[in-house]
């Protein structure tokens, strides 16, 4: 993280190094219904400059920000690209800011990640078997029959889910479908379920 600056760090650099510099940014492309933004930044570096000094791209893609972003996220990528711009007419650092690349720095869990004790947001509760069917949330087969396929598997802003379970030995069996996402900041909500005694797992009630 060290190569990575600050927005307001890289802006105060830009103040102090263009005085009479300015940037502008524009929307090329907004669709609200797919959540994504186009956004195009500007640069002049002072007032005699007629075309700009550099010009730089933002897409912003609403299913890839954490929930708590989610409603910035127009707003973070006008921001990017304003950065990007900058970061292009000073040089000496990484055109990303600290900001994005702490979204980025936590990679996918290791093979040894314990997904029972660690908290994937609220575990979804169902009344019944039905109920959880009809949220979009399949039945899986025997634990014991590996080549099963289940008729659905669920999806999520990301894709497809994978499914992953507890070892044979584990002090606990848990299983449940999780998100394809390798930001662990960004993966969406696990679908948990639950070993039954007959030996097949079900949606977690």
């Known amino acids: 993280m060290d190569n990575y600056e600050g927005n307001k760090d890289r802006n105060n650099r830009w103040i102090a190094t263009h005085p009479e510099g300015r940037i502008e940014a524009?929307?090329?492309?907004?669709?609200?219904?797919?959540g994504y933004v186009l956004v195009q930044a500007k640069g002049w570096r002072n007032q005699t400059e007629i075309e700009p000094a550099d010009i730089d791209y933002a897409y912003g893609f609403i299913a890839a920000y954490p929930d708590r972003m989610k409603r910035w996220f127009v707003e973070d990528t006008i921001t990017s690209a304003k950065m990007r711009v900058m970061a292009n007419l000073l040089g000496g650092t990484e055109k990303?800011?600290?900001?994005?690349?702490?979204?980025?720095?936590?990679?996918?869990?290791?093979?040894d990640y314990d997904y029972w004790t660690t908290k994937h947001g609220d575990v979804p509760s169902y009344a019944t078997?039905?109920?959880a069917e009809l949220s979009g949330t399949?039945?899986?087969?025997?634990s014991?029959?590996?080549?099963?396929v289940p008729n659905a598997v669920p999806t999520c802003s990301h894709g497809s889910m994978r499914w992953n379970q507890s070892k044979p030995d584990a002090a606990k069996s848990w299983g449940?479908?999780?998100?394809?996402?390798?930001?662990k900041?960004?993966?969406?909500?696990?679908?948990?379920?639950v070993l039954r005694s007959t030996g097949t797992w079900e949606?977690?009630?």
């Open 203 to 205: 949606p977690q009630v």
């Open 26 to 34: 524009y929307v090329v492309e907004f669709n609200a219904k797919e």
């Open 185 to 193: 900041a960004m993966q969406c909500t696990p679908r948990w379920y």
């Open 138 to 142: 399949p039945s899986f087969g025997s």
């Open 129 to 131: 078997s039905a109920e």
């Open 144 to 148: 014991e029959d590996s080549a099963w």
């Open 176 to 183: 449940g479908y999780f998100c394809s996402e390798k930001v």
């Open 96 to 111: 990303a800011t600290a900001e994005v690349m702490a979204l980025v720095k936590s990679e996918t869990p290791a093979a």
